[in-house]
């Protein structure tokens, strides 16, 4: 008993001489003083209806979706309420919130875009998150349109402007251009045309998909609109997409690949796909501070907002995709999952932690259900808890604890704010452009 004794204290004797910044691990020598999180919703159901593109560019019937089109699904409803349950059971371990918390004005907010899918989980993770609360989802704009903090638009459009982005995404493709870019995808979207068998279905055999997968990818930039694209490997994304949903979905994963008999880096290639497609419309340097501003502005404000113990923005894979490539993340693979970027229902998390001195640092992580984790509704605990990534940018420190300072972070987020009064700058006034190059 008297060792266990001395051991204690002289454990609480060490954690006094930590210095300023030097927060062991999670949470020894730090509290726990403000989480932001910005996150994707959860599954949805594509737009796979009869007389869709998907409807038509395959001869397979599609799962029987439990919610209308871009609507959340009931498995995605389920699984938002539990990676609410999870992260109230974190809070409350980390005492930031004490049990059965009912917040006080303004110390929780939860802010979704418009679109049902977006407001539906914040609703269900407020659910999981704050049970006994009763939680207002604040929503900005009309109900099923897109609110311009979550909306990634380009907000101005020069023509320089515009050829320079179209310049920058074909760098994608080393000295092959856009080409270069459907040529390394050949061998994903092969394996995608076989699992949908895309060469038997209606739409292929009436030409209606081009002369798919070959054929011109263009994009099209116009002021006021998300950069968009035509060509195959839109084409692909979208049944990439919707055939991803579908095995999280649909239990028997041979079934879920309309017949075969796919691994798990097979499911990796087919979405890589998916990836490529985001990589080109929202995380290039000249477009993702453009189409992130009014969303890093938002966030840059939470993060110091006084009072605020916990804020949930919900919006969409290119928001977390624009913010963390405005902001500078460097490269990462997201581990245990098929979306190795941003996955299905991910939470881009940033915690402030206060050390013994009082000093804030920041750690800024991807958390998100693994692969087996959403096929198989696992229940989250402290013991078995979603898969938790840490994420670094370029140019910043981190101590070793694996967090940013404060002032490092404001820093990362005020650069980026004013990288887009820098493109105003150097590409001036707004013109008008065709619709498409």
């Known amino acids: 008993m008297k060792k266990r004794i001395a051991a204690l204290l002289l454990a609480v004797l060490l954690l006094g001489m930590l210095p300023a910044g030097a927060c062991a691990a999670e949470p020894d020598g730090c509290t726990l003083d403000r989480v932001v999180v910005l996150s994707r919703h959860n599954i949805r159901s594509p737009l796979s209806g009869s007389g869709s593109l998907l409807g038509d560019i395959t001869p397979h019937e599609w799962f029987n979706w439990t919610s209308k089109p871009s609507e959340l699904s009931l498995r995605g409803a389920l699984l938002e309420t539990l990676m609410g349950q999870y992260f109230r059971l974190w809070l409350e371990n980390e005492g930031l919130f004490p049990e059965n918390y009912r917040p006080e004005q303004g110390a929780v907010r939860f802010y979704a875009n418009a679109k049902q899918r977006t407001l539906a989980t ?65 061998d994903a979207i092969e394996l995608l045309a076989d699992v949908a068998d895309i060469r038997e279905s209606e739409a292929y055999k009436t030409g209606a998909t081009g002369d798919f ?192 300072a404060e002032a490092d972070l404001f820093a990362l987020f005020d650069g980026a704010i004013d990288a887009y009064d820098a493109l105003l700058e150097r590409y001036g006034e707004s013109e008008e452009l065709p619709s498409a190059a």
Request: with cysteine; aromatic share 8%.
């Open 122 to 186: 914040a609703r269900y993770f407020s659910a999981g998150l704050l049970p006994v609360a009763e939680t207002e989802i604040e929503s900005h704009a009309a109900y099923d349109t897109m609110d311009p903090t979550f909306n990634p638009v380009l907000t101005f459009v020069t023509e320089d402007y515009a050829e320079d982005i179209r310049s920058q995404v074909a760098e994608m493709g080393g000295e092959a251009g856009m080409q270069g870019i459907l040529d390394g995808l050949h």
């Open 213 to 404: 997968p070959e054929g011109e990818t263009k994009l099209i930039i116009e002021e006021g609109k998300e950069v968009g694209m035509t060509g195959p490997i839109k084409t692909a994304t979208s049944v990439a997409d919707a055939l991803t949903l579908q095995y999280y979905e649909e239990a028997d994963p041979v079934k879920a690949a309309f017949g075969h008999t796919l691994n798990r880096e097979d499911w990796l290639r087919l979405h890589s796909i998916v990836d490529t497609y985001t990589d080109m419309l929202f995380t290039r340097p000249l477009v993702c501070v453009n189409a992130a501003n009014p969303l890093l502005r938002e966030l840059r404000a939470e993060l110091e907002t006084q009072g605020r113990r916990f804020s949930f923005l919900c919006g969409h894979d290119s928001n977390i995709a624009s913010v963390l490539a405005s902001l500078g993340v460097e490269d990462y693979t997201l581990p245990e999952t098929i979306e190795p970027r941003t996955p299905i229902g991910c939470k881009l998390v940033f915690e402030r932690w206060l050390d013994g001195a009082g000093e804030a640092f920041w750690k800024v992580s991807l958390v998100y259900q693994s692969t087996d984790q959403l096929r198989e509704y696992t229940r989250l605990t402290l013991e078995n808890p979603p898969v938790k990534t840490a994420l670094a940018f370029d140019g910043v420190e981190t101590n070793a604890d694996g967090m940013i």
